[in-house]
């Protein structure tokens, strides 16, 4: 039978902390989060390995679906510096395991997901684990959740071409949106805030991690 605490503690130690992972509470997070819990039974046993789980497959164009990978994902969490007293909206919830990272982090959360199979695993998941200050609702990921806003803080869980407008009105002033903007290894990780009723967004690593759905943005005509 597999030790997953051990591993939990090797993927802190291993993947994030060595990634200039420093905040307690982030690491406190991955440390008592079961990652196993968010994966299919049969991944389990490698749900600690440094890399993407797949979680649904790709259907009807859209990409597959995935855990996050551990390091970006912690680093992701870090640049948002949530705290208790705070808001968070998850876009793209998935499985629910950055929901329940962020259950850990902030006062609340809210986590939207396109897919209702999906919003429907992670609702029960997070219910298991008792992450009761996390609410899913499912919901076309790049309109948000305007009925909860203003935000705190948005959290884009993937990789997303463009952050739409959407998204940045739903952020209370002085809110954080945090997003992976671009695909692949040119992509780049970006802290928005919002000031003065307008934003400002900077850029600061790379991170090459998985597309959500439904944010392409619309083909230009070339002629």
Not at 63 to 78: C, G, N, T, W
Not at 89 to 98: K, S
Not at 99 to 119: C, F, K, P, R
Request: with cysteine; net charge negative; glycine share 8%.
């Amino acid at each position: 039978m597999m030790d997953f605490a051990a591993a939990r503690i090797k993927m802190v130690d291993n993947q994030i902390r060595t990634t200039d992972v420093t905040s307690h509470s982030v690491l406190n997070a991955f440390l008592s989060v079961p990652r196993e819990a968010f994966v299919p039974d049969n991944l389990r046993p490698l749900a600690y390995i440094d890399e993407d789980m797949q979680v649904a497959p790709a259907a009807n164009g859209q990409p597959a679906r995935y855990v996050m990978e551990p390091s970006p994902l912690a680093k992701l969490l870090q640049l948002g510096a949530i705290t208790k007293d705070e808001l968070v909206l998850v876009i793209g919830c998935g499985a629910g395991y950055a929901a329940a990272l962020l259950s850990e982090l902030a006062g609340s959360v809210v986590a939207v997901e396109s897919d209702e199979a999906l919003a429907a695993k992670a609702t029960a998941t997070l219910a298991k684990l008792g992450c009761d200050n996390v609410a899913v609702v499912t919901g076309e990921l790049e309109k948000g959740y305007p009925a909860e806003a203003p935000y705190d803080v948005i959290f884009v869980e993937g990789a997303i071409e463009e952050v739409p407008q959407a998204l940045l009105d739903q952020l209370r002033e002085g809110g954080r949106l945090v997003a992976v903007v671009g695909y692949g290894n040119a992509a780049r990780a970006r802290l928005y805030i919002r000031a003065g009723g307008s934003w400002s967004y900077s850029e600061y690593f790379n991170a090459a991690i998985k597309p959500l759905p439904g944010f392409r943005r619309a083909a230009e005509f070339v002629f």
